[in-house]
C-alpha cells in the first residue's frame, strides 16, 4: 500500500487532498503544527496524524521517514491585504519549510514530491500566460514577495529532486475555491472574504476592487484530483491547472448576494471600493497542457463552489 503524507492536514488543500485520498487505497499520514490544529473538525481527524513544526529541520526529517509520496500542501498563506501590508511574513517561513522539507524527503528516500506552486510566479501580461513564462521578468508587484518565494521554491524542488533521484512533480494551480478554507478577513482569499461580509452585512456589501476583476477559478478538489492524475502519469510539470473559465467579480459578488437572500431574507447591494488592497486586475493562465493530459475535469460550476462554501459558513457560525 502506498504511503502518502500530506503537509498542512488541515489546511484549505490538505484537508481536501486528504478527503479525496481517503477513497483510495493509500495509507496517509497528516502533518499539523501541533494537537491545538485538530480542534476544528476536518478530515485529518479520521486519519493519523504527525506533529511538528516544519520550519524546523529535525520535524521534517522525522515526518517523512517511510513515505512514498509526500504532498506539500503547508504553507503561510494570506490574501491580498496581507500582501500589501505584511509581504515579507510570506516569505520566510515558506522558503524554511520547502528546503527542510525537500532535503528531509530525499534524505529519507522519499520517491515522490508534489510541489504546489502558484500562478503569482509570473510576469504580468494580458495574453494567457504559458508553463515557459514562469520564469520571465519579474512578478507583478503585489506578488513581489510570494511569486519570487514560489520561483525558488520551484529551483529548490527540481534541485532537490535531482541530487536525491526523487521525482517531483511541481504544479500551478490559478484561483482554487471550496470547502475548508478561511474566513477570517485578514487571511482569507476573495471569495471567503466576500462570503463573511456578506454573511454580516445589513444593507450593502463592500467588494475590494474593480467589478470587471477577472480570474481563472476551479472547484479544489478538482484540483486535488487533477494533481493525483499527474503523479500516475508522470507528468513532473511545471503544469497550470485551472477549471478554463474566467469569472468576474461582479458575477461572483451576485452569486453570494442570491445565497444571502434566499438565507437571510436579505437584499444587499456592492459597493466597490478600488482604494482598499486587491491583487492584479486580470489573469490569464493558459491550461493546454493540463487539457492534452486529461486532467481538466470540472465536477462543479463556481456558482455551485460559492452555495457550498457558504452552507460551511453558516454552520461554522451555529453555536455547539
Given at each position: 500500500?502506498?504511503?502518502?503524507?500530506?503537509?498542512g492536514?488541515?489546511?484549505?488543500?490538505?484537508?481536501?487532498?486528504?478527503?479525496?485520498?481517503?477513497?483510495?487505497?493509500?495509507?496517509?499520514?497528516?502533518?499539523?503544527?501541533?494537537?491545538?490544529?485538530?480542534?476544528?473538525?476536518?478530515?485529518?481527524?479520521?486519519?493519523?496524524?504527525?506533529?511538528?513544526?516544519l520550519?524546523?529541520?529535525?520535524?521534517c526529517?522525522?515526518?517523512?521517514?517511510?513515505?512514498?509520496?509526500?504532498?506539500?500542501?503547508?504553507?503561510?498563506?494570506?490574501?491580498?491585504?496581507?500582501?500589501?501590508?505584511?509581504?515579507?511574513?510570506l516569505?520566510?517561513?515558506?522558503?524554511?519549510?520547502?528546503?527542510?522539507?525537500?532535503?528531509?524527503?530525499?534524505?529519507?528516500?522519499v520517491?515522490?514530491?508534489?510541489?504546489?506552486?502558484?500562478?503569482?510566479?509570473?510576469?504580468?501580461?494580458?495574453?494567457?500566460?504559458?508553463?515557459?513564462?514562469?520564469?520571465?521578468?519579474?512578478p507583478p508587484?503585489?506578488?513581489?514577495?510570494?511569486?519570487?518565494?514560489?520561483?525558488?521554491?520551484e529551483?529548490?524542488?527540481?534541485?532537490?529532486?535531482?541530487?536525491?533521484?526523487m521525482?517531483?512533480?511541481?504544479?500551478?494551480?490559478?484561483?482554487?475555491?471550496?470547502l475548508?478554507?478561511?474566513?477570517?478577513?485578514?487571511?482569507?482569499?476573495?471569495?471567503?472574504?466576500?462570503?463573511?461580509r456578506?454573511?454580516?452585512?445589513?444593507?450593502?456589501?463592500?467588494?475590494?476592487?474593480?467589478?470587471d476583476?477577472?480570474?481563472?477559478?476551479?472547484?479544489?478538489?478538482?484540483?486535488?484530483?487533477?494533481?493525483?492524475?499527474?503523479v500516475?502519469?508522470?507528468?513532473?510539470?511545471?503544469?497550470?491547472?485551472?477549471s478554463?473559465?474566467?469569472?468576474?467579480?461582479?458575477?461572483?459578488?451576485?452569486?453570494?448576494?442570491?445565497?444571502?437572500?434566499?438565507?437571510?431574507?436579505?437584499s444587499?447591494?456592492?459597493?466597490?471600493?478600488?482604494?482598499?488592497?486587491?491583487?492584479?486586475?486580470?489573469?490569464?493562465?493558459?491550461?493546454d497542457?493540463?487539457?492534452?493530459?486529461?486532467l481538466?475535469?470540472?465536477?462543479?460550476?463556481?456558482?455551485?463552489?460559492?452555495?457550498?462554501?457558504?452552507r460551511?459558513?453558516?454552520?461554522?457560525?451555529?453555536?455547539?
Amino acid at each position: 500500500m502506498t504511503r502518502v503524507l500530506v503537509t498542512g492536514a488541515v489546511g484549505f488543500l490538505g484537508s481536501n487532498f486528504i478527503e479525496i485520498l481517503r477513497q483510495t487505497e493509500t495509507y496517509i499520514t497528516g502533518v499539523v503544527r501541533n494537537l491545538v490544529s485538530l480542534s476544528t473538525p476536518r478530515p485529518a481527524c479520521e486519519i493519523g496524524c504527525a506533529f511538528g513544526d516544519l520550519t524546523k529541520p529535525e520535524n521534517c526529517l522525522r515526518v517523512t521517514q517511510q513515505q512514498d509520496l509526500v504532498i506539500h500542501c503547508a504553507a503561510h498563506t494570506a490574501g491580498a491585504m496581507t500582501m500589501k501590508n505584511d509581504p515579507t511574513s510570506l516569505v520566510t517561513q515558506n522558503n524554511l519549510m520547502n528546503n527542510h522539507l525537500l532535503e528531509a524527503a530525499g534524505k529519507n528516500g522519499v520517491k515522490h514530491f508534489v510541489f504546489i506552486s502558484s500562478s503569482a510566479v509570473y510576469p504580468e501580461s494580458e495574453l494567457p500566460l504559458k508553463e515557459e513564462d514562469g520564469m520571465k521578468g519579474d512578478p507583478p508587484s503585489i506578488y513581489q514577495g510570494v511569486g519570487w518565494m514560489k520561483r525558488y521554491g520551484e529551483q529548490q524542488a527540481k534541485f532537490f529532486g535531482q541530487h536525491y533521484g526523487m521525482q517531483v512533480y511541481i504544479v500551478r494551480p490559478t484561483q482554487l475555491a471550496g470547502l475548508y478554507d478561511k474566513f477570517d478577513e485578514a487571511h482569507s482569499h476573495m471569495i471567503p472574504g466576500l462570503i463573511a461580509r456578506a454573511m454580516k452585512a445589513q444593507k450593502t456589501l463592500e467588494v475590494w476592487g474593480h467589478p470587471d476583476a477577472s480570474r481563472d477559478f476551479m472547484y479544489v478538489q478538482d484540483f486535488c484530483r487533477a494533481v493525483l492524475k499527474m503523479v500516475e502519469l508522470n507528468l513532473t510539470g511545471p503544469i497550470n491547472i485551472g477549471s478554463g473559465f474566467h469569472y468576474k467579480t461582479e458575477e461572483i459578488v451576485q452569486d453570494i448576494i442570491e445565497y444571502v437572500h434566499r438565507s437571510r431574507g436579505i437584499s444587499l447591494t456592492p459597493v466597490y471600493n478600488p482604494n482598499l488592497p486587491q491583487t492584479v486586475r486580470a489573469r490569464f493562465i493558459n491550461t493546454d497542457l493540463a487539457r492534452q493530459h486529461g486532467l481538466m475535469k470540472n465536477t462543479s460550476s463556481l456558482s455551485q463552489v460559492i452555495d457550498m462554501m457558504m452552507r460551511q459558513y453558516e454552520q461554522q457560525q451555529v453555536p455547539a
